[in-house]
């Protein structure tokens, strides 16, 4: 049992602490801070290599986004931004597949080699600012991003992922989305292969758990 | 700067209020029913910690806690015994805990696993669900009261040690080699498939129980919870050609214990008592693997599909409990595998585009991944 002066400093203290709160929160909404852990937050990482002659192009096909089921609304993409781990890569543009593109798969194409890719099977693409991103009970087939990337020096490079900023109610966010690509010109190549980037800086801390 | 000042002070708050409202650190809340599946109220709980490292030879459990379930059979499981709690904790928070429950309608025992934060309150723990079970147990002798610590002949009446003070689990000369199931390895004609798989705490698999029927003497074999395992740094790197369907698996020596219960008899009085039952545990990887055909599939959809022309990977953090994925003695027990960085499932396609599908999403975020025509 607290002494009424301990309950006083605790009651003053929880004011102190929400207000500074609720101001925060006030600015954060004003000067429009984006957010984490929204709700396109959390996707598991996935990656591929390409082999790309050092003044190529690719165009990475291969990100979906879909708003989880037990989120209730649909959010609206503001920008994407690729991070790359090193030079050698430039960002090429980013766009989103058609409304209209190709039912026939989620993915036809994993990747491009042009830059914005030329394949009437995504529809008329679009750019990204503006683009609703569906639940995905109501349209599984989410939405594909396309994101170019130029190859401008010899060797071997990697994009960690990409990181996405949108609206959701009337909140902004910007989430990482693991999506890994590594590309390979013919100098970067490993026993004549592109070794693929796991992305392991930007995973999980499993290697520090082990039993053993 | 303005968002870490927020996230600061959130999490400044957040510590305040899961800061428990009386004494001691919660492991986890539980609801216990009976067998029926009716709520066993007043039922016993007692909450034992198995050592952060589990040792060669015998394993002690330490109590952490005992308490009462309330009348509709909640019960809120929590210990003063902080440095306990430290001590069985694993760098990355998780405790591997041995729960006994016990009342009028019988008892459960079983190994369950909580995630601890460094300020030792618990990260997003569910609920535990405890049923009760009179097969075997003499309920007869459960609903009467105890024999007190002070008296001699302590004869187990329902393979619990609750009002004990450590158990003890003593290896016996019993071991068995299993295959435990990792991951399904499914392809067509268009590609090839590896795993990487890592021997570390993301593998988990399933303890089993055993105790004599109190009527006629037969040995009741039940699932008790999943284990964590002796495990060393080292793996397979799993490699399957085009059209299979298979289980990746490891072989996994599982070792039988004998459970004794540790009572302090006051002074330097100790006694220990054997409980007269059992549990079959992992305990170490003999560093074989094998690959067991399966016919398991799912249905794909169109949504979940993709095309791909060069090797991809995928299912990193997917978690999946694989029903049965060991028998131990002859009883089913489960397994669960958590990919991380360390395991890694590859597509690699043969040169066409290869189609692969997701059983529950995309490919690059599904539990399962398979080839598709």
């Excluded at chain 1, 693991?178 to 004549?192: H, W």
């Amino acid at each position: 049992v607290r002494s009424p002066r301990g309950r006083r400093v605790l009651l003053v203290s929880a004011a102190i602490i929400g207000g500074i709160a609720t101001v925060a929160a006030i600015a954060l909404w004003v000067l429009r801070v984006p957010l984490s852990g929204g709700p396109l937050a959390g996707l598991p990482a996935f990656g591929y290599a390409v082999e790309q002659s050092s003044d190529g192009a690719v165009t990475d096909a291969l990100t979906l986004l879909s708003v989880p089921d037990d989120i209730r609304d649909p959010v609206e993409l503001v920008r994407v931004e690729q991070a790359y781990e090193s030079p050698g890569l430039e960002d090429a543009g980013s766009w989103a597949a058609g409304a209209d593109r190709s039912r026939e798969l989620a993915v036809v194409e994993q990747f491009y080699r042009d830059a914005p890719p030329d394949d009437p099977r995504l529809g008329a693409i679009r750019p990204i600012a503006g683009v609703v991103v569906p639940r995905k009970t109501d349209d599984p087939f989410g939405v594909q991003l396309l994101l170019a990337s130029r190859v401008t020096q010899e060797g071997r490079f990697v994009r960690s992922g990409v990181w996405v900023t949108y609206t959701y109610r009337t909140l902004t966010f910007r989430d990482f989305i693991p999506a890994v690509l590594t590309v390979c010109t013919p100098a970067g190549l490993t026993n004549g292969e592109c070794e693929p980037d796991y992305g392991d800086a930007a995973d999980d801390t499993d290697g520090a758990d082990d039993d053993g | 700067m303005l968002a870490l000042g927020l996230s600061t002070i959130l999490s400044l708050t957040a510590g305040v209020a899961s800061v428990p409202s009386s004494g001691g650190i919660e492991l986890f809340s539980a609801s216990i029913a009976g067998p029926e599946g009716r709520a066993a109220a007043g039922a016993r709980v007692a909450v034992y910690a198995y050592p952060a490292r589990l040792p060669r030879g015998t394993i002690t459990t330490t109590l952490l806690a005992e308490t009462r379930a309330d009348t509709r059979g909640n019960v809120s499981v929590r210990t003063r015994d902080k440095a306990a709690v430290r001590r069985a904790a694993a760098p990355d928070g998780t405790v591997h805990l041995l729960i006994e429950a016990d009342g009028p309608q019988g008892a459960v025992t079983l190994d369950h696993q909580i995630a601890l934060k460094t300020d030792l309150t618990a990260r997003g723990s569910t609920p535990v669900k405890l049923r009760l079970s009179a097969a075997g147990i003499d309920t007869a002798a459960l609903a009467a009261p105890r024999t007190s610590a002070s008296s001699s002949g302590y004869v187990s009446k329902n393979h619990n040690c609750i009002n004990g003070a450590d158990v003890q689990w003593i290896p016996q000369n019993s071991i068995k080699r299993v295959d435990v199931k990792l991951q399904q390895l499914m392809t067509g004609k268009k590609s090839t498939v590896r795993y990487d798989w890592s021997n570390s705490s993301k593998t988990r698999m399933g303890v089993t129980y055993e105790y004599p029927h109190a009527k006629n003497g037969t040995i009741v074999k039940v699932k008790a919870g999943m284990s964590h395992s002796v495990t060393e740094a080292s793996g397979v790197n799993f490699a399957r050609g085009t059209n299979r369907n298979e289980w990746a698996a490891v072989d996994w020596e599982y070792r039988k214990y004998k459970k004794y219960c540790h009572v302090d008899t006051g002074g330097y009085h100790h006694r220990f008592y054997d409980a007269g039952s059992w549990q079959w545990r992992p305990r170490q990887w003999t560093d074989g693997n094998s690959y067991i055909p399966t016919k398991s599939t799912f249905r794909c959809k169109r949504g979940n599909t993709i095309g791909v022309t060069a090797r991809l990977w995928v299912s990193r953090s997917a978690t999946r409990t694989i029903s049965g994925g060991v028998v131990v003695n002859g009883l089913s027990a489960d397994v669960e595998q958590t990919n991380g960085s360390s395991h890694k499932l590859t597509f690699i396609p043969t040169g066409k585009k290869a189609r692969l599908c997701g059983n529950n999403g995309y490919p690059t975020a599904a539990t399962v991944v398979k080839e598709v025509k």
